[in-house]
């Protein structure tokens, strides 16, 4: 089969949820001998949306990578939408097309796939909350499947995207909660959908030590992924148990403070965050809106236990499925999860080990992406006959 992935950014040194699975899918269609072309934008940075990358085609894992430039982009009204949405947890309808059309938007992108769609079998696009990826499934919806990566957050409850989910030919969810979401709260009906996961490539280190030490944060440092909260909890419980600390890997503006209790290594490469899994008490994951998180999945590969957030049901889905981890409410529940994974260093272990289990039998991209192209071909077919 022929694929095209529109996905706002890609490149090897992007560390989002979304930018990893759209990476990921794509080497594994090849693998599987599927054509893929990735079609993106020029920007790098999904704060500035400046055109940073050169426009045309490059290779990246031996695929063509087709680059375009951003050229619409608002961002004084996008922000004063964002402000207003996050302040009421609503717009009106003319405010939610505004957010829309205020984003960042490639119209060559556009233009190119209105052109070029029909000589694919099937348009992939994510994720959900970014105009480029609206302006781009419109032009061929009946032939794109679009993987949203939806988080229960104000922008999902939009007009426009319960219309995107209700007009592509196919919807693939990460997990049974994110569809629960589109069915149950956003009341979206939905043509074809399915329950797909997320592949996860992650290589452990090669010593996995049972003797854990500190709590790990991976990820993006941002407010939409609760990491101020996450940072004053450390700081309350290291004055309560000086023996606590957190490192950090990621990039982004919220950086740790100046503290005994952190350590901040910025953006790491894999090897570094294998050995900081294997290290690790918890991979913390703190944020209340996810559709999968990678980063707990390459945690438990590596061994490390889970401690996630119980007001985000799809992490909390994934530690009941796995029995691989702890969910906290609050901090009397983290600082209690806290000393009980330090007080029982082999149950902790056999969390790690359970979820490395979990992700071994369900988060293969060999059987996630066979899945895949044998259901896009009953969609398509549908569609068809």
């Not at 693998?31 to 940073?52: G, K």
């Not at 087709?66 to 922000?79: E, T």
């Not at 999860?337 to 359970?354: C, D, F, K, S």
Request: glycine share 6%; hydrophobic share 45%.
């Amino acid at each position: 089969m022929k694929f095209a992935i529109v996905t706002p950014r890609y490149g090897a040194d992007l560390g989002g949820g979304a930018e990893m699975l759209a990476r990921g899918l794509a080497r594994e269609l090849a693998r599987q001998s599927h054509t893929v072309e990735i079609w993106t934008s020029c920007a790098r940075d999904h704060y500035t949306w400046q055109n940073e990358l050169p426009p045309g085609v490059s290779v990246l894992d031996d695929l063509p990578v087709l680059r375009f430039p951003i050229d619409r982009w608002l961002p004084n009204v996008r922000a004063r939408l964002d402000t207003r949405l996050h302040a009421y947890h609503q717009l009106d309808r003319a405010d939610q097309y505004a957010w829309l059309e205020s984003g960042p938007i490639s119209s060559a992108l556009c233009r190119h796939l209105a052109i070029h769609a029909t000589a694919f079998d099937s348009i992939i696009a994510l994720p959900y909350a970014n105009p480029l990826v609206h302006a781009a499934v419109w032009m061929a919806p009946e032939r794109t499947v679009l993987w949203p990566c939806l988080h229960d957050e104000p922008y999902a409850y939009m007009e426009p995207v319960r219309l995107l989910l209700e007009s592509v030919a196919g919807v693939v969810f990460n997990s049974p909660e994110e569809q629960k979401l589109a069915s149950d709260k956003l009341a979206a009906t939905i043509v074809n959908q399915t329950i797909l996961g997320v592949g996860v490539e992650f290589t452990p280190a090669s010593t996995i030590t049972t003797a854990r030490q500190g709590l790990l944060y991976v990820g993006r440092l941002e407010g939409g992924k609760n990491v101020a909260l996450l940072y004053r909890y450390v700081r309350r419980l290291f004055t309560e148990d000086s023996d606590i600390s957190l490192t950090v890997a990621g990039s982004g503006p919220l950086r740790p403070p100046t503290h005994p209790a952190f350590r901040d290594l910025g953006f790491v490469d894999e090897a570094t965050k294998a050995v900081l899994y294997a290290d690790a008490l918890a991979l913390v994951q703190p944020s209340e809106n996810e559709s999968f998180s990678i980063v707990v999945m390459e945690g438990w590969l590596s061994g490390a236990p889970a401690l996630v957030n119980d007001s985000c049901a799809v992490t909390r889905g994934h530690v009941l499925r796995s029995c691989g981890g702890l969910a906290y409410q609050g901090y009397a529940d983290f600082a209690a999860a806290v000393r009980w994974l330090q007080a029982h260093p082999e149950l902790a272990n056999r969390m790690g080990i359970n979820g490395r289990r979990y992700v071994q039998a369900n988060y293969a991209w060999s059987t996630i992406v066979t899945r895949f192209t044998n259901i896009v071909t009953e969609w398509l077919g549908k569609q068809t006959s």
